[in-house]
Each structure stands twice: as structure tokens, then as C-alpha cells.
């Protein structure tokens, strides 16, 4: 992850100014946390803060918009509105140009309600999908996976989601349940409703034991919408790939240990999560030591005391 992308861009066609203020006003609200965020943008947390902190003019368009898509919010919400003078006060003009006026407005309405009648046919809107994971984890390890999807048109019908997961990793749990069957090719398919509320996958996945160390690992997907006789699709967005290097997926830094910051992410999304096979006394277990190690011949976390 690159930390220099809130440079300001060359061309300003491409960046964008981004209120700091109501981005974390935004993420507490919908308690996200910083880590969270990050992963989705592909950013460090230190970066999340600077935007927050309004540190930058400017970012890239590209950030601003998938850490929109992170917040669940449009990126108009989270752009900075500058204030405008109020409009000095002109003479009115002469009747007879009023008048005139009067007439441009009549046919600028008259011009609108017809097209408005002629598009009014429904298009389908693909919403937005952006898919979290945690940035590594160890051979045999079962790690969280989340998809949020955000309807973007509460009028459109069911929104099917599918997850391509890496050759040879296994589907452990999900909630919503997925599609009944077996998972054909390590695809897995959701069915969700129409609506437009924000619908969240949450599933659990195994990592293959004999995974080599120091590999990477990707995940693909799409969701499809479909209304009427039209149907889109979109890619989700969000981080796509978890190195297989022998370290906790709740070891969001990679440096052999569970501190402070990382126990409260990995414990909320543990308890968003029960029931679908994460391992919190591991967790806890690493946490009240002082580190841990990989037994590459067990193939199993070892505790520091």
C-alpha cells in the first residue's frame, strides 16, 4: 500500500477535496473502524487519518471514491462543500423582459415533463460491492471474508453476488446462508433482496494446509441486478488478495503480535461473525502474551508467555 497516493494530483481534473470531518463523522456513525477503511481503500490507517484530519488539499478521485464506497455514502457526501458569496442584489429588469422570462421558464418546464415522460422507463442500477479481507493468514488458518453490497435503487428486483474464492480453499460457514448445493468451481452464489438497505455477506473460509508460505492468494466476484428485461453487472471492489505467510489474520501489521489496536476490530467482527468458525480463544490467547510463532511442523500458532 502506498502512502503517497493523497499527493495532489497534476491534473486537477483528478483529485478532489475530501471533508475530513463528516468522513469520520460517517465511519463512527456507522462504526467502521480505521482499519476497516483502509483495507477497503487500500491504504494504510495512517493515511485514513490524515484524511480525516484534512492533512491533504486534495486526493485522488479514485480514493475518494472507493472510500466512499467504504462508508456506504455517495461521494458528494464526503466531498467539500466551499462557501459561496451571496448574490449581490440587481434592479429588476423592465416588464416587458420579464415577460419574456416569464415565457423561457414556462417552456424550460414544458421541455422537462416530456422528457421526463419519455425516460421514464426503468434502467437497472448495479450497486456497489466491496469485498474485505484480512491482509494475511497461515495454512489451515479459517479466516473472516465480508462483502458489503449497497442498493443504490430501492425499486430494482433481487441482487445475485458471486464469490470466486482461490483454487482450493474451502467454504466454511456464511450468513445469509449461500445457494444450496456445492460450490462449482469455487464459486459461491448468494440471492439477496431487492431493497435499499445495505446487505452484508459474512463468511468463513479455510485456507488449504499446504499452502506454500510467502504466497499470495486472490479473490474475484461480481454482483448482478437485474429489473425489468435489463440486467447489469459489476465487479466487487475492495481489497482482493490475503498472503499466506504464517501470521494471524488478526495480525493486521504482520509483526508477530495482537496489540491493543487490533484486539477491538478482530473482537467486534468476531462477535458480527459468531457462530460461523473463528477462533476468539486464539485470539485472546495471543493477546494476554507477547506474541506468537508459526510451527511450520504442526502447522499450528504457537504462544509467547
Same mark, same amino acid.
Given at each position: 500500500?502506498?502512502?503517497?497516493?493523497?499527493?495532489?494530483?497534476?491534473?486537477?481534473?483528478?483529485?478532489?477535496?475530501?471533508?475530513?470531518?463528516?468522513?469520520?463523522?460517517?465511519?463512527?456513525?456507522?462504526?467502521?473502524?480505521?482499519?476497516?477503511?483502509?483495507?477497503? !481503500?487500500?491504504?494504510?490507517?495512517?493515511?485514513?487519518?490524515?484524511?480525516?484530519?484534512?492533512?491533504?488539499?486534495? *486526493?485522488?478521485? %479514485?480514493?475518494?471514491?472507493?472510500?466512499?464506497?467504504?462508508?456506504?455514502?455517495?461521494?458528494?457526501?464526503?466531498?467539500?462543500?466551499?462557501?459561496?458569496?451571496?448574490?449581490?442584489?440587481?434592479? &429588476?429588469?423592465?416588464?416587458? *423582459?420579464?415577460? /419574456? /422570462?416569464?415565457?423561457?421558464?414556462?417552456?424550460?418546464?414544458?421541455?422537462?415533463?416530456?422528457?421526463?415522460?419519455?425516460?421514464?422507463?426503468?434502467?437497472?442500477?448495479?450497486?456497489?460491492?466491496?469485498?474485505? &479481507?484480512?491482509?494475511?493468514?497461515?495454512?489451515?488458518?479459517?479466516?473472516?471474508?465480508?462483502?458489503?453490497?449497497? /442498493?443504490? %435503487?430501492?425499486?430494482?428486483?433481487?441482487?445475485?453476488?458471486?464469490?470466486?474464492?482461490?483454487?482450493?480453499?474451502? =467454504?466454511? +460457514?456464511?450468513?445469509?446462508?449461500?445457494?444450496?448445493?456445492?460450490?462449482?468451481?469455487?464459486? !459461491?452464489?448468494?440471492?439477496?433482496?431487492?431493497?435499499?438497505?445495505?446487505?452484508?455477506?459474512?463468511?468463513?473460509?479455510?485456507?488449504?494446509?499446504?499452502?506454500?508460505?510467502?504466497?499470495?492468494?486472490?479473490?474475484?466476484?461480481?454482483? !448482478? =441486478?437485474?429489473?425489468? %428485461?435489463?440486467?447489469?453487472?459489476? +465487479?466487487?471492489?475492495?481489497?482482493?488478495?490475503?498472503?499466506?505467510?504464517?501470521? /494471524?489474520?488478526?495480525?493486521? +501489521?504482520?509483526?508477530?503480535? *495482537? %496489540?491493543? +489496536?487490533?484486539?477491538?476490530?478482530?473482537?467486534?467482527?468476531?462477535?458480527?461473525?459468531?457462530?460461523?468458525?473463528?477462533?476468539?480463544?486464539?485470539?485472546?490467547?495471543?493477546?494476554?502474551?507477547?506474541?506468537?510463532?508459526?510451527?511450520?511442523?504442526?502447522?499450528?500458532?504457537?504462544?509467547?508467555?
Amino acid at each position: 500500500m502506498d502512502e503517497n497516493t493523497d499527493k495532489p494530483e497534476k491534473n486537477v481534473f483528478q483529485a478532489v477535496a475530501v471533508d475530513g470531518s463528516s468522513v469520520r463523522n460517517i465511519r463512527e456513525t456507522k462504526k467502521l473502524t480505521q482499519l476497516y477503511v483502509a483495507n477497503v !481503500v487500500g491504504v494504510t490507517t495512517d493515511t485514513i487519518s490524515r484524511w480525516e484530519n484534512n492533512r491533504y488539499p486534495t *486526493i485522488k478521485r %479514485d480514493n475518494a471514491e472507493k472510500l466512499a464506497a467504504a462508508l456506504e455514502v455517495s461521494l458528494d457526501e464526503i466531498l467539500r462543500r466551499e462557501e459561496e458569496p451571496p448574490p449581490a442584489e440587481e434592479p &429588476l429588469p423592465p416588464p416587458s *423582459i420579464r415577460r /419574456h /422570462h416569464w415565457l423561457l421558464l414556462i417552456l424550460l418546464g414544458v421541455t422537462v415533463l416530456v422528457a421526463t415522460l419519455l425516460l421514464s422507463r426503468p434502467i437497472a442500477t448495479a450497486p456497489s460491492a466491496v469485498r474485505w &479481507l484480512p491482509t494475511f493468514g497461515a495454512p489451515g488458518e479459517i479466516i473472516p471474508v465480508q462483502v458489503k453490497v449497497m /442498493h443504490r %435503487d430501492p425499486g430494482t428486483g433481487g441482487i445475485i453476488v458471486r464469490v470466486q474464492l482461490p483454487a482450493g480453499w474451502q =467454504l466454511v +460457514n456464511a450468513s445469509p446462508r449461500p445457494a444450496t448445493g456445492q460450490p462449482s468451481g469455487g464459486e !459461491v452464489k448468494w440471492l439477496l433482496p431487492g431493497g435499499s438497505d445495505t446487505s452484508t455477506i459474512s463468511c468463513t473460509v479455510r485456507i488449504p494446509r499446504d499452502a506454500p508460505l510467502d504466497s499470495a492468494a486472490s479473490f474475484a466476484g461480481k454482483v !448482478v =441486478l437485474q429489473s425489468g %428485461d435489463s440486467t447489469r453487472t459489476e +465487479n466487487i471492489g475492495g481489497t482482493g488478495k490475503v498472503t499466506v505467510n504464517g501470521r /494471524h489474520w488478526a495480525d493486521s +501489521n504482520g509483526d508477530g503480535r *495482537i %496489540d491493543d +489496536n487490533e484486539i477491538m476490530p478482530a473482537y467486534y467482527l468476531t462477535e458480527e461473525m459468531k457462530g460461523l468458525g473463528l477462533d476468539w480463544q486464539t485470539i485472546e490467547a495471543i493477546w494476554s502474551g507477547k506474541g506468537y510463532t508459526w510451527d511450520k511442523t504442526r502447522r499450528e500458532f504457537v504462544v509467547i508467555p
